[in-house]
């Protein structure tokens, strides 16, 4: 029944009450990781990678085990999408052998033909545009370090344009946190994604505030966040981007700004002396391992939940 099937293609997908259904079940599957075996059969998920990845291919390869199912890993060059195939024949064709499609890609808008075509639940494993899976994980480590999410001051400095930029003001605004971004002129986040998560955050309790000025971003904050300046892609402005992001650097002087139990967190990769300095990122607020770890249980719980919303 393809009405019932659901994706998560960028933060918004899922409303207030659903994203925190989905933390709840992230939280119980990592106190008993086999415990929900929606896969079993096993039925195949599909992962695709058309960008480098080390956590999201682990995450998902192990996490879709766990479930009871088989991951099928597929990068782009050993596939005929690399050679041209178009992504409405690959969607129509991967619905008919696998039970979910998980995909790192460039476009958007090739998730949602894939989500349109292929019948399947899609699940983005990042883009350009959004990278909502990291989001689920982010907060699964911010409550276990904070206790909840509404209401915290969340500070993200540094690449605001980018698909990190973009998840943590919409899944910031569902979360009802209070989201401040803090980059450079022409690197703030896309403006129809900062009306959606107003939109949003005046119904969460949250809020979104944009600044180029990292000083007022990270003054007093909960949470401390950046993510490397030059995103797989945008390779060829990576000496522009250096550049102009410097004032942006997680420095500890910078952290200091923040309260002082804040925490440190980084999606990884991590550049040690650009984005952020290595005696942050290996000091003591520092919670990144955790965030790590927490995108097999958070990707896990939004699997199984996607699979039970189709089923139903
Ligand atoms: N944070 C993240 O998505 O890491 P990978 O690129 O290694 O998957
Ligand atoms: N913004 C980064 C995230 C990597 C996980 C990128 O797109 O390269």
Known sequence: MTSAVRHLLRDDDLSPAEQAEVLALAAE???APYSRKPLEGPQTVAVMFDKSSTRTRVSFAVGIADLGGSPLIMDRGTTQAGRGEPVEDTARVLG???SGVVWRTYHQRDLEVMAELSGVPVVNALSDDFH???????WQTIIEHKGALAGLQVAFVGDGACNMGHSYVLGGATAGMDIRIGSPAGYQPDAQVVADAERIAATTGGSVTITDDPV?????ADVVITDTWVSMGTEDTKAERLEVFGPYSLTSERVALAKPDAIVLHCLPAYRGLEIAADVIDGPQSVVWDEAENRLHAQKAVLAWLLEKARS
């Open 29 to 31: 599957l990592k106190a």
């Open 216 to 220: 007022a971003a990270l003054s007093g």
């Open 96 to 98: 008919r052998m696998v």
């Open 132 to 138: 909502p899976c990291q989001i689920l994980a982010d």
